[in-house]
């Protein structure tokens, strides 16, 4: 069966600092991947989406990146942490019509 | 006019009775058609999907979706304190090639005991 990873599970970064989150996927080859943010009480927003390996597109100009170094591992990252980075991210993959998220790293940028 | 769109609740039933959530689409979304449920806290859960017209049943949940009306909906059987939670309705984007997930905003349903 398939599982999705996401970790640091918790993270409390200082302003200005780097972020890096992973999500890795098994059971499955060649999934699509996306990272989600959920700010406090709102609504889940698409940052990025990947079909495969290297390729990338952006939902939201911001200071997040994303890459897929490898099929099942999607991670995203920033050089320098604004306090609106804050919230919950959200790891997903899809099968062939339905997406699962990953448990999620609750982020607090301070 | 969003792609997905949901009363945002929060949707107050009693122990024991049936929860009525409603999501409306545009033409921009095809008609496959997902309910997850959303914990406080954690992360969603895919709980229904749906492809065709009609009604699909799965223990205490049914999901209708209407492609005339352009709408989806979800009853919560017999309601327990442990179906609270926020529902997300969500489509996939016609214009993204099925690979963006269009989601609503969430209806937060409250099962009061």
């Known amino acids: 069966s398939q599982t999705i990873h996401q970790w640091p599970a918790t993270l409390v970064q200082p302003v200005g600092s780097p972020l890096s989150l992973e999500c890795t996927v098994e059971?499955?080859?060649?999934?699509?991947l996306y990272w989600y943010r959920q700010a406090a009480g709102r609504g889940l927003q698409l940052l990025f989406y990947s079909v495969g390996i290297g390729q990338i597109s952006s939902e939201v100009p911001q200071n997040l990146s994303a890459s897929r170094p490898q099929d099942r591992q999607f991670i995203l990252s920033s050089k320098k942490l604004l306090l609106s980075d804050s919230g919950f991210y959200l790891c997903a993959w899809k099968s062939s019509y339905e997406q699962y998220f990953g448990p999620g790293t609750r982020l607090t940028v301070t | 006019q969003k792609e997905v769109e949901q009363n945002s609740g929060p949707l107050s039933v009693p122990e024991g009775a049936i929860a009525s959530l409603n999501c409306t689409y545009s033409?921009?979304?095809?008609?496959?058609f997902f309910w997850y449920r959303q914990y406080s806290g954690k992360s969603p859960e895919l709980i229904m999907s749906?492809?065709?017209?009609g009604d699909k049943e799965d223990g205490r949940f049914t999901a209708q979706l209407n492609k005339a009306s352009q709408y989806v909906s979800l009853l919560i059987r017999d309601s327990q304190p442990s179906d609270s939670a926020t529902y997300l309705c969500?489509?996939?984007?016609?214009?993204?090639?099925?690979?963006?997930?269009?989601f609503g905003g969430g209806t937060r349903v409250l099962v009061k005991p």
């Open positions: 059971g499955t080859s060649n999934p699509n």
């Open positions: 749906i492809y065709s017209n």
């Open positions: 969500a489509g996939w984007a016609i214009k993204a090639a099925g690979n963006k997930l269009t």
């Open positions: 033409d921009r979304v095809s008609q496959s």
